[in-house]
Structure formats: C-alpha cells, structure tokens
C-alpha cells in the first residue's frame, strides 16, 4: 500500500506535461501581478513630489474606496472562471459562451448601479474618514473621476475570468501588463506634465481601464474567431454575443446559478477585507510607529499573495477544466502538483524573510523606529507563509469546483476565529493582531481542507459542478 502512494506521488512529481499545464497558467499571472504594486508605487512617488502632502493623502483615501468596492465586485472573474472551466473541460461550447454572456450583463449591470449611487457611497464613506478637509476634498475629486472607469473594470474582470477559464493566462497577462504600462505612463504625463495633479492621476486610470477593454475586446473576437467555426466575422461574432446577452435579459431565471455563486464569494469577500481593514484601523489605536510597522509587514504578506494568486489561478482552471471533465485522475494529478507548487513556494518566501527581512524592512523605510517596531514583529512574517499558502490554493481550487457556499462558509469560520482570538489575546496588543491574522489563515486553510478530504472520500468533489 505504501509503496503504491509512493510510486503514484513520484509519477505526479515527474509528470512534465502537467508541470508544463501549470506553469502556463500560475506564471504568467505571476508574473503580470507584478505590474500592479509597481503602478502603486507610481502613483505614490508622482503624488508625493506635488506641492502639498494631502495630493498624497487624498490618493491614498481614494485609491483605497475604490480598490475596495471593485475588489468586492472581484468575484465576476472568479465565478467566470470557474464555470467557464468546467464548460471548456466539458467540450461545451455554448455553455462558455453562455457563462460569457452571462457574466457580461451582470457587470455592466453592477457598473450601472456604482455609477448610481457614487454620490451616496463617497458621502458614506467619507464621512467616516477622520482625514484632514483638504485630503478629503482631494479624494472626492479623486473618487469622483476614478468611479467612471467602473464599466470597463468590470468587463475587464469577467473577460480574464473566461480566458482563465479556457487554460489561456497569456491574454490576461498582455490585459493586465498593457494596462498598467498605458496607467503609468499617463500619470507622468497628466501629472507632471499637464499639471493635473490628483485630477491626472484619476484620469489616466480611467483612460488606462478603457484602453485594456479595447485590447481585451480585440483578444475576445481573436479568440472566438478560432474557435467558433460556424461564425465567419468579427461582425457576426459580436452579434451573437449581444443576442445571447439580450436573451438573457428576457431569462433572468437563467442567471440564477450565476447570482447564487456570486453572491457567496461576495460575502466570502466581504470577510476577508474586513480582516484587514480592522488591522489597519486597531494598528492604528498603537501609535503611528506601529501602524507605518505593520504597513510595511502588511507589503511583505501581499507579495506573498501575488505570488500565490498565481497558483490559485491554475487551479481555478485546471480543476474546473477536470470536474467539467468527470476525469478523476486528471483532478487527483493536478490537486497534488499543485500543493507541491504551494508548499515550495511558501517555504521560498518564509525562508527569504527569515534570511533578508531585516533588509527588506530597510528598503521599505528609512525611518529607524518604524524599522525597530517592523522586526519586533518580523517572525509572524516568516510563519504566515507556511499558513496562508494553503488557503490561497484551496481557494482556487474551490472556485474552479464553483463551490461558493463553501468558500462562505470557511470564510465566516475563520473571521470568527479571528475575532475571538484578537479579543483573548488582546493584552498583547499589536502581536495580538498578528496572532489572529495567523488563527484567520490557519482556520481556512484547516477547514477547506477537511471539506475537501470529505469529498474527495465519499466522490463528491467531482459531481460539484
């Protein structure tokens, strides 16, 4: 018996062909997630050398209501993928392009109703702020602009979910990298060389998110003109995606699947940012050297989280494209390798911030007590890794299954993990919140994995879809 385990986990480990089906995926978006903290960084170093710091700060308020209400709204990719993987694994045609149809109407929908209500939720939210007036005027400015890029965000989203969903990573990795570039190059030019400031940095996102709809919308009609024999033309390919997206107008009925997973990877969602906004806002409560410390350790977790992305992203669409398959094999394969990915990659990080930290802390910030305050609390660096990488993995792996009453579930789990650990523990004060992160990663890792042994054991994993 245990020499079978043996020759079937060598048999994973050396199969090149899935190695290769892996890296196609998880690498490119790896690598294109990498233009995404450089055009924060952008952003920051253009409105940090304008004339005042609340350029700085009204950015940094706006980009942040704005980056949370379109990360709320990430779960248009996930459940694209997902559904689209399992179609493609199926040989389904009209099913991927049914889901495609689908996902579009619901984001243009969505982008309707943020264009609505802009003015209710900026007041909402920047009421709450206990910023200055003068950063506060600037991320309304900011805000106001931004929001307008929500429609092409949002098809954006769905259309790296159904490329995603066919196995095809490069064409999101050529969205995302022509984005950012187009981003960063017209926030120098608006900015330092109109003279827009906040304005500028606003517009050229918004032109930036356009200009990546029009290469996505080129790479989409590409790709079903390969692949759709029975339309001949662009013209024609466009008119029966518009059909499809107008009949389902008349079928709401039809999205109701759709809706349901939705909406549980949106409270899924909802959890996690909440995690790390009650970070942010308790940091805070520690003193200022504190919070800048925990901003600083907060980069080095998001690396962490580009990187597993990556990963996450393979097996939202490998193990969709095996469940859509019923091929158990393939999915047994593929769920292996990937965890060997996971656990590699997760002890390259904890090993690299065990060895460098110290250096990476003083890269990120020259101020000698926010330093001595960031490697006080350097060690959760090195644990969180190890703990959060499965959660990553399992995540994909779930969303792939389109199991989104599960991924809900361990979410609520965890945040009550999280909560009830920060309020025992609470007399550490800033490792409490370190503590509880790491209670929060471990539970969803913990849980997923118990419903996923569960599955797999009674063979209900494959027949989720």
């Not at 704005?66 to 248009?76: T, V």
């Not at 900015?191 to 400031?197: D, I, M, Y």
């Not at 859509?324 to 997760?346: D, E, K, P, Q, V």
């Amino acid at each position: 018996m245990l020499s079978e385990q043996v020759t079937r986990l060598l048999s994973v480990l050396l199969n090149a062909p899935l190695h290769k089906k892996v890296a196609a995926i998880a690498l490119p978006m790896v690598f294109s997630n990498l233009s995404v903290p450089l055009l924060a960084l952008v952003d920051t170093a253009v409105s940090g050398h304008l004339e005042h710091a609340w350029y700085l700060g009204g950015v940094a308020l706006g980009s942040s209501l704005i980056s949370l209400l379109f990360f709320l709204l990430g779960f248009l990719r996930m459940s694209t993928t997902g559904l689209t993987a399992q179609a493609y694994g199926a040989n389904d045609q009209a099913g991927q392009l049914r889901f495609l149809s689908q996902s579009l109407l619901l984001a243009l929908l969505l982008a309707a109703l943020l264009l609505i209500l802009q003015f209710p939720l900026a007041q909402l939210a920047f009421s709450l702020s206990k910023a200055s007036a003068e950063v506060n005027q600037q991320a309304q400015l900011y805000f106001s602009i931004r929001i307008w890029s929500a429609p092409a965000t949002l098809i954006n989203l769905v259309l790296m979910g159904w490329f995603l969903g066919r196995q095809n990573a490069r064409y999101p990795m050529w969205m995302l990298i022509f984005t950012n570039l187009v981003n960063i190059v017209l926030n120098i030019v608006f900015v330092l060389g109109f003279g827009w400031q906040v304005a500028g940095i606003a517009a050229a996102s918004v032109v930036a998110d356009y200009s990546g709809l029009l290469l996505g919308g080129y790479l989409l009609l590409r790709l079903l003109a390969k692949t759709t024999q029975h339309c001949a033309s662009h013209t024609q390919l466009t008119k029966e995606l518009l059909a499809a997206m107008g009949s389902h107008l008349q079928q709401l009925a039809g999205l109701r699947r759709l809706f349901t997973l939705n909406c549980d990877i949106f409270l899924r969602s909802l959890c996690l940012q909440s995690v790390f906004v009650f970070i942010a806002f308790q940091g805070a409560a520690y003193g200022d050297n504190t919070v800048a410390a925990n901003a600083v350790l907060l980069s080095f977790l998001m690396l962490v989280s580009y990187a597993m992305d990556g990963l996450a992203y393979a097996a939202e669409s490998l193990v969709g494209k095996a469940i859509g398959a019923r091929n158990s094999l393939l999915l047994g394969n593929t769920l292996g390798l990937l965890a060997l990915w996971c656990l590699i990659l997760a002890l390259l990080f904890s090993v690299g911030y065990g060895l460098f930290g110290n250096g990476f802390v003083a890269l990120l910030t020259s101020l000698p007590e926010v330093q001595q305050h960031a490697r006080l609390y350097l060690g959760w660096m090195i644990l969180l890794p190890l703990l959060a990488c499965w959660a990553y993995f399992l995540d994909g792996v779930f969303i792939g299954a389109t199991q989104g009453k599960t991924l809900r579930n361990s979410m609520v789990i965890a945040l009550l993990g999280f909560t009830i650990s920060f309020y025992l523990l609470q007399s550490w004060q800033n490792h409490a919140l370190w503590a509880a992160l790491a209670v929060f990663m471990a539970l969803r890792s913990i849980s997923l994995a118990i419903v996923l042994r569960y599955q797999w054991r009674t063979g209900k994993f494959l027949q989720t879809s």
